[in-house]
């Protein structure tokens, strides 16, 4: 058989990369398996619909914000740490606050996801 070795080592990584992502549902829970583990499931709540899951609006709004306040204090070289300072620290702020919005006004669903425990 003349097959290059790299594609049955491709092949077989593709393999084994498929089973090691076996998912399981409510339909395998109690299942068992002979190195005794099982399949738990159990009810989750998740958010669903979020517009801006990454936050970029309250980071870019926050780093604009810290930027130009940071602009108001030194004078030179310390103005340009100021501003920079400044922008990361409000770019931080506004993810914090963005996500804190986020988690009070998010919708929320339950979902019953189900893993495979190990002993």
């Known amino acids: 058989m003349n097959t290059p ?3 049955l080592s491709v092949g077989l990584m593709s393999v084994m990369s498929a089973a ?3 998912t399981y ?10 190195d ?6 159990k009810n989750v709540e998740v958010r669903q619909n979020s ?3 990454n936050r970029v609006a ?5 780093a604009v914000i810290g930027g130009l306040l940071g602009n108001q ?3 030179g070289n310390g103005k340009k740490v100021a501003i920079v300072g400044g922008a990361v620290a409000g ?13 009070t006004k998010g919708d929320r669903i339950v979902e019953r996801r189900c893993e495979r425990v190990y002993r």
């Open 25 to 34: 549902g409510p339909q395998d829970e109690g299942r068992r398996f002979d």
């Open 51 to 53: 517009r801006d899951p």
């Open 20 to 22: 090691a992502a076996q």
């Open 5 to 7: 070795r790299y594609l």
């Open 73 to 75: 204090v030194g004078s």
């Open 36 to 41: 005794g583990s099982r399949v738990v499931c």
């Open 91 to 103: 770019g931080a702020i506004g993810r914090k606050v963005q996500g804190n919005q986020q988690e």
């Open 58 to 62: 309250g980071t870019a709004i926050g």
